[in-house]
Every structure is written in C-alpha cells, then in structure tokens.
C-alpha cells in the first residue's frame, strides 16, 4: 500500500504524463470537481475541470512536445489534507525550436471519497 506521501507524488507524475500526452480527458482526474487554479504568468484563476482542460488545450496544443519534471517536493500531510510544494522544468517543442520554461508549484490536496 503506498504511503500518503507516496500518492500524492504519483498523482502529480500522472499530471505530467496526462499533460504532455496532451490526454485532455485523463487531466480532469488529477483534480477534484471544483478545483481553483492558477498558473502563475499563464493563466487568471481557472475554475472546474472545463476551465483547466480549455486552458491546458490552448497552452499545449500550439506545441509539437512537451516535458514536465517536478523535484524538490516538500509535502506536509494533516489528516485528509496536505500541502506541497514542488519545482516544476519544462521543455517545449514547436516548429523545431525548444523552450525551457521553470517554475514552482504550491499545491493545497483533500483527499476525497471517488465513489
């Protein structure tokens, strides 16, 4: 069985691969159904699985590939409830050219009943 800490590392890997997949229906599973998000420099507060799938849409389908790597996580578990932080290094493609983009990610988790 994994451990808490565990989990929510391998949530935000299945995030990663969801996005640079572009699998726009498995990224709607990373988050609960009424989640708030932010991306810093790239986005005003999205709202809901629509609103974090149209912007993913937009972001990534102009690129031919992406790569994100998160590291450093520092996570602090109360009960059902966590937070973490992590640094986040991505690497874009399009039309031959690669960008590098890097950033942090403060996230706040609930678990929550999936039944």
Known sequence: MKSDREAIQELTAIYAGAIDRKDYAAIPGCFALNSAVIYAGYSE???GHAAIVDHM?????PLDVTQ???????IDIDGDTATMACDILAQHVRDGETYMAGGKYDVRL???DQT
């Open 45 to 47: 507060e999205l709202i």
């Open 57 to 61: 849409r937009l972001a990534l389908d």
């Open 68 to 74: 994100h790597m998160f590291a450093n996580f520092v």
């Open 110 to 112: 609930a678990r929550i």
